[in-house]
Nanobody
Framework: QVQLVESGGGLVQAGGSLRLSCAGS????????MGWYRQAPGKQRELVAS???????NYADSVKGRFTISRDNAKNTVYLQMNSLKPEDTAVYYC?????????WGQGTQVTVSS
């Protein structure tokens, strides 16, 4: 059974930092592209950052220079370091694992940034 379990969300003041983690099981983690997505109330889910099996990264323009995605294949975990957080970063953050036609999502973790 495939599981992606996010953790690390919470309430933080603007300008603060959080680190999200997503632990995967039931998949050959190192072969998957891992991504972080977010969905704010009333908005569509959007890509925040992704990292390929080879370590290539991609970021949404809105988070470039503030967020960093990384992975530890030995721990089957992908991270999202979020710095200089803004109120507009408030959303539920989801982890996603993709490889060819396989596509898995975590349950999400809430991030709330107060002004």
């Amino acid at each position: 059974q495939v599981q992606l379990v996010e953790s690390g969300g919470g309430l933080v003041q603007a300008g603060g930092s959080l680190r999200l983690s997503c632990a995967g099981s039931g998949i050959i983690f190192r072969t998957y592209t891992m991504g972080w997505y977010r969905q704010a109330p009333g908005k569509q889910r959007e890509l925040v950052a992704s990292i390929t099996s080879g370590g290539g990264t991609n970021y949404a323009d809105s988070v470039k220079g503030r967020f960093t995605i990384s992975r530890d294949n030995a721990k089957n975990t992908v991270y999202l370091q979020m710095n200089s957080l803004k109120p507009e970063d408030t959303a539920v953050y989801y982890c996603r694992a993709t490889m060819v036609i396989r596509d898995y999502w975590g349950q999400g973790t809430q991030v709330t940034v107060s002004s």
